[in-house]
T-cell receptor, first 115, second 113 residues
Framework: GAGVSQSPSNKVTEKGKDVELRCDPI?????LYWYRQSLGQGLEFLIY????????KSGLPSDRFSAERTGGSVSTLTIQRTQQEDSAVYLC?????????????FGPGTRLTVT | GESVGLHLPTLSVQEGDNSIINCAYS??????FIWYKQESGKGPQFIID?????DKRQGQRVTVLLNKTVKHLSLQIAATQPGDSAVYFC????????????FGKGTLLTVNP
C-alpha cells in the first residue's frame, strides 16, 4: 500500500519568504508527527497531531513555524519569513494510533534550502 | 539529550562480518526504544524495538540489547551485507511519552564488499 508521501521533495527559497510543506499520511493513521533533521544530526521533534488536534507543539522552534491538519489526513507545515537556519530536511511520520509500540512510518522528507 | 559527539560516528565493516552499533540514552524514565535505518535520500525505516522490561530482542539478522543500568542500547547485525550500509538511529520514547520520540545523532555504517 501507499506509504507516507511528502511534497515538494526539494524546496529552495529566499530568506524572508514563506514556505508550505505538505504531508499525506497513510490512510487511516490517526497520529501524525513532524520532525526536522539538520545536516548530520538526528531527528528533532516539532509537533504531534492526534486527529486534527495538536496536543504537543513544544518542538516548534519559533512562532514563525505553524502546522495544521485537516480531515484527519493531510497536514501542512508552514514556515514564515524563512531564515537560513531553517535549512534542513523536514520529515513527516504517521502511526495507526497514539501509543507505545505503534510504529511511526516516515515519509521521504522535504529538503528545504534557504538562500 | 543524547550523549553522542558533534560528529557522526562511523563504522566500517567487511561484508559478512557482524556489526555492533551503540547508543547511550540519558532519560531513565524512557521505557521504549527503537532502532531505525536511514538510507540516503529516504526517511527512517523501523528495524526493531524493545521495551524496558526486556534486555534482549531478536529479529531477522538483528538483535537489540538494552542495559538499563548504564542506559545503553546496542544493535547487532549478523552477516552484514552491502545493503545494510546506511545511517542507524536509536530512539527513545522521551521520558515515557506515548508519542514523542527522542533520536540519537546516528551512526554511519559502511559495508565494504
Amino acid at each position: 500500500g501507499a506509504g507516507v508521501s511528502q511534497s515538494p521533495s526539494n524546496k529552495v527559497t529566499e530568506k524572508g519568504k514563506d514556505v508550505e510543506l505538505r504531508c499525506d499520511p497513510i490512510s487511516g493513521h490517526t497520529a501524525l508527527y513532524w520532525y526536522r533533521q539538520s545536516l548530520g544530526q538526528g531527528l528533532e521533534f516539532l509537533i504531534y497531531f492526534q486527529g486534527n488536534s495538536a496536543p504537543d507543539k513544544s518542538g516548534l522552534p519559533s512562532d514563525r513555524f505553524s502546522a495544521e491538519r485537516t480531515g484527519g489526513s493531510v497536514s501542512t507545515l508552514t514556515i514564515q519569513r524563512t531564515q537560513q537556519e531553517d535549512s534542513a530536511v523536514y520529515l513527516c511520520a504517521s502511526s495507526p494510533r497514539t501509543g507505545v509500540g505503534y510504529e511511526q512510518y516516515f515519509g521521504p522528507g522535504t529538503r528545504l534550502t534557504v538562500t | 539529550g543524547e550523549s553522542v559527539g558533534l560528529h557522526l560516528p562511523t563504522l566500517s565493516v567487511q561484508e559478512g562480518d557482524n556489526s555492533i552499533i551503540n547508543c547511550a540514552y540519558s532519560n531513565s524514565a524512557s521505557d521504549y526504544f527503537i532502532w531505525y535505518k536511514q538510507e540516503s535520500g529516504k526517511g527512517p525505516q523501523f528495524i526493531i524495538d524493545i521495551r524496558s522490561n526486556m534486555d534482549k530482542r531478536q529479529g531477522q539478522r538483528v538483535t537489540v540489547l538494552l542495559n538499563k543500568t548504564v542506559k545503553h542500547l546496542s544493535l547487532q547485525i549478523a552477516a552484514t551485507q552491502p545493503g545494510d550500509s546506511a545511517v542507524y538511529f536509536c530512539a527513545e520514547n522521551s521520558g515515557g511519552s506515548n508519542y514523542k520520540l527522542t533520536f540519537g545523532k546516528g551512526t554511519l555504517l559502511t559495508v565494504n564488499p
